[in-house]
């Protein structure tokens, strides 16, 4: 895993991503407080998050094609420049009268994330080797969750003592900071079949690509069985983040503090997870493997959603939220590498945004059916679905991709990644 650091391209876009997560939490977390000092209102609050969701669907499947296109290392320094710029207009929210601009602020933010997710993940297989890559994501996750250790508790202290202008200026310097970092970079950015065309051309092409881009996923069976599992367990997260607040006021009778106990016990199992999947090493890339770790989350998840009943002992909880940290953390970097590693590099930005606006979209549902079946079915009984269905995921995995004719299949795939660089992108 360490060798996989030391490659300096990598690095430097480690280095960037943790710098500018960090500061995207001490917002995530500042402005919501911010907002609700302001406003009193919930309903205001909840606005912003629904803001900030809305650009996965609207521009999902379109960000995947461009990306698939213009130069992806270019993508991630303008998008991080004016994810910078565009935070500037919430120093202006000092009345309530002024919390739209939030909104809007959410809005663009999220736009521009959906630009520059697809760039990063798709840049990545440039930066390391085939079997680097669960390394690579290995350390993109420890990024990721050190980051969700610090700001959020950056973002409280920040709020509090400096109000909006302090976050604000957290999380623009991060920004900018990341942009340097990524400029920094030497290789592998430019997407194989990158084309020259202006932005009119780009847009011509448009529909032919995006159906290109539906066609690979029809046609690829490691990515159909991919994207099956994302469908499903994006459901099954938009349940979990309604229900586990339920869960933790009326089944563990307690608050916000042990609500923030449980997640970041959640982000210490993935920490320890990280060492793990470096030993693994390549042996993630296996069906086998992403269907055991995910057989395992639903499995603990359903004894952290009944052992309450039994053992009313709140550490119990906590040490259960870090054992699933575990599974949960190794099956998701083992799919990602999967996915990077089964998809052509001239195809690896409109697939990574498929996934994505799926996620938000299932997501979304996820939401919804957690609102109407909580209060009807019980918490604890639609929780104790969504963990099942978490280990039927985990099973298709294991049927679909777990068997020789998947590792071949596989083999394949990552073959193909290793020529794409060199040939344009063709339509099938």
């Known amino acids: 895993m360490l060798a996989t650091l030391r490659r300096r391209d990598f690095a430097l876009l480690w280095s960037g991503g943790l710098i500018s997560v960090t500061g995207d939490w001490v917002l995530i977390i500042g402005l919501p407080i911010y907002v609700l000092i302001l406003s009193h209102s919930v309903l205001a609050t909840s606005i912003i998050l629904i803001s900030g969701r809305i650009p996965s669907l609207l521009l999902g499947p379109l960000a995947g094609v461009f990306v698939d296109r213009w130069n992806r290392k270019r993508i991630m320094v303008v998008g991080n420049v004016l994810s910078a710029l565009a935070l500037l207009p919430l120093l202006l929210v000092t009345v309530d009268d002024r919390i739209w601009i939030v909104n809007v602020v959410a809005f663009v933010e999220a736009s521009i994330e959906q630009f520059f997710v697809p760039a990063q993940n798709a840049l990545v297989p440039n930066l390391v080797s085939t079997e680097q890559l669960v390394a690579a994501n290995s350390l993109l996750s420890l990024s990721n969750n050190l980051a969700r250790l610090v700001g959020p508790a950056l973002g409280g202290l920040v709020a509090g003592l400096f109000g909006i202008p302090g976050v604000v200026g957290i999380d623009a310097a991060s920004f900018l900071a990341s942009a340097l970092l990524v400029a920094s970079i030497t290789a592998g950015h430019v997407p194989a079949g990158a084309r020259s065309e202006s932005l009119g051309g780009a847009w011509s092409a ?8 539906l066609r690979l996923l029809r046609r690829e069976q490691v990515l159909r069985v991919i994207f099956s599992f994302e469908a499903i367990t994006s459901l099954g997260e938009g349940v979990f983040g309604v229900l586990i607040i339920v869960f933790v006021t009326r089944v563990l009778h307690g608050g ?7 997640m970041s016990a959640q982000a210490v199992g993935a920490l320890i997870a990280i060492p793990l ?3 693994l090493g390549s042996r993630l890339l296996s069906g086998r493997w992403i269907g055991l770790c995910t057989v395992a989350f639903g499995l603990i998840d359903l004894v952290i959603f009944n052992s309450p009943a039994f053992i009313p002992v709140f550490a119990l909880t906590v040490a259960l939220f870090v054992l699933v940290g575990i599974p949960g953390i190794a099956s998701l970097t083992g799919l990602q590498s999967l ?5 052509p590099d001239a195809y690896r930005g409109r697939i990574s945004s498929a996934f994505f606006t799926t996620g938000a979209l ?7 059916i957690a609102g109407v079946l909580g209060d009807h079915l019980g918490v604890v009984t639609v929780l104790n679905v969504q963990g099942v269905v978490y280990i039927l995921a985990g099973i298709l995995v ?3 991709l777990g068997g020789k004719r998947a590792s071949a299949e596989r083999e394949r795939a990552v073959a193909q990644v290793t020529v794409a660089v060199d040939e344009p992108a063709t339509t099938p």
């Open 362 to 368: 299932l997501g979304l549902i996820g939401t919804s």
């Open 277 to 279: 999947m470096g030993l």
């Open 398 to 400: 294991l049927l679909a």
């Open 206 to 213: 448009f529909w032919r690509e995006w159906l290109d881009g």
């Open 339 to 343: 996915t990077q590693a089964s998809t």
């Open 256 to 262: 916000a503090e042990q609500l923030g106990v449980l």
